[in-house]
């Protein structure tokens, strides 16, 4: 490496090779992301982890002015980093989240609404938003993603990274104006 590195606060993904976890380890400096001040290691980690995959799942239906997105598990580590991308891109955010707690958390992350989807009818929390949502970042699946697609306007995004409620419940298909998506 140039030595003018040498000594420098850095972050890498090691790839496949393992010893993440380790109190030293070995990677080519190609890989090296300069950690700036002011974040500290477990923060740097995060966003080498899940901050690249938050940026993977934003490429496939990038936030902007006029979109209106919904996030479950927002309080969550991916949820988290999509609720700030999508406010700092212009959008509406609602973040859903399980109960009082996490749901404050969500709006001090910044979502203009923070809706408690443990709650029974929770879809009504979202008043005129309702049928205007035009992404949703799904991480959870099931029942929740569900809802959550039902909820989206004509040419909504559905973009599906993940199923943490252990489904995306087949035997019963998402319905998207009456057609069926799954
Ligand atoms: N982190 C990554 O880099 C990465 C990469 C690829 C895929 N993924 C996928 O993306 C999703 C979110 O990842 P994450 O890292 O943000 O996870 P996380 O921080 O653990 O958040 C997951 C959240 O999902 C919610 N959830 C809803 N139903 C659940 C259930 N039945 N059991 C457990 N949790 C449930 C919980 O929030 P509430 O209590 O608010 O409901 C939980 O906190 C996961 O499906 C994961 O497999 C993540």
């Known amino acids: 490496v140039d030595e003018s590195r040498l000594g420098e606060h850095v972050v890498a993904h090691l790839g496949f090779a393992p010893g993440g976890y380790a109190e030293l380890a070995v990677t080519d400096a190609d890989r090296l992301h300069p950690v700036p001040p002011g ?26 002015p006029g979109d209106v997105v919904l996030v479950p598990a927002a309080a ?48 009504g929390r979202l008043g005129a938003h309702a049928g205007k949502v035009t992404v949703v970042y799904d991480g ?12 989206l306007a004509p040419g909504g995004r559905h973009v599906v990274f993940g199923w943490s409620s252990q489904g995306l419940a087949a035997d019963r298909p998402y319905l998207v104006d009456g057609v069926s998506v799954n």
């Open 140 to 151: 959870v699946g099931g029942d929740v993603a569900r809802t959550a697609v039902g909820l």
């Open 39 to 64: 974040l500290d290691h477990a923060g740097a980690v995060a966003m080498i982890g899940t901050g690249r995959t938050a940026m993977g799942v934003v490429q496939f239906a990038e936030p902007g």
């Open 76 to 123: 969550g580590g991916l949820g988290t980093l999509l609720v700030q991308y999508a406010r700092n891109a212009g959008a509406t955010v609602i973040g859903l989240a399980g109960g009082p707690a996490k749901t404050a958390l969500v709006a001090a992350n910044g979502a203009d609404l923070a809706v408690d989807y443990t709650e029974p009818g929770w879809a």
